[in-house]
């Protein structure tokens, strides 16, 4: 692996932003740009931070994360969200690496998984499945629970066993873990 040191490139934020604030770029040598298949045309990156460090990678499709993480052996699942038998949602929720990747095939907001938010991360997730169940204050939580053969309050194992279903909209779930 090839590195280099580098100086971040430090400016003065314009626009609407707040007195004293900064903004902070990088000179990426042309080669790398080049080797990652970023052009012009094709220029979006996906930026990883993981409290030491900052990846940069290429954007990749639906089926290039899938290969990706099952090439790894992640633990991966793929979430269809439906409006009744509509397709709205597709998300990849790869749980070894807490990373997601989303294709929506709707364009009424309120119908796909994370509406506006074309680049939910790891809590977006979460949020998004906690709101596909029961809430945690239920009166009767733990009977409810027990009849859905569960220990402790999971959103996820929840949305797994009641495909996410709520009584005040025609939205729901499907699980299934890739392999």
């Not at 590195?3 to 790398?32: D, E, F, H, M, Q």
Request: aromatic share 10%; proline share 2%.
């Amino acid at each position: 692996m090839e590195s280099r040191l580098v100086n971040i490139i430090i400016g003065s934020a314009g626009g609407t932003a707040g007195a004293g604030s900064k903004t902070y770029k990088l000179s990426l040598p042309s080669a790398w740009i080049n080797e990652l298949g970023i052009n012009e045309d094709d220029r979006q990156v996906k930026l990883r931070f993981d409290g030491q460090k900052i990846v940069i990678s290429r954007k990749c499709s639906m089926d290039e994360f899938k290969e990706q993480a099952l090439a790894e052996n992640h633990l991966l699942y793929s979430i269809e969200y439906y409006d009744e038998n509509n397709l709205c949602s597709m998300i990849y929720a790869d749980f070894t690496d807490k990373e997601l990747q989303v294709e929506n095939y709707t364009d009424a907001l309120v119908k796909s998984a994370f509406g506006r938010n074309e680049t939910p991360v790891w809590s977006d997730f979460t949020e998004f499945l906690e709101d596909r169940c029961v809430p945690r204050q239920r009166a009767g939580l733990n009977e409810y629970l027990d009849a859905l053969g569960l220990d402790e309050y999971d959103p996820f194992e929840i949305v797994k066993r009641t495909s996410g279903r709520m009584a005040e909209d025609s939205q729901w779930i499907k699980v299934e873990e890739l392999k």
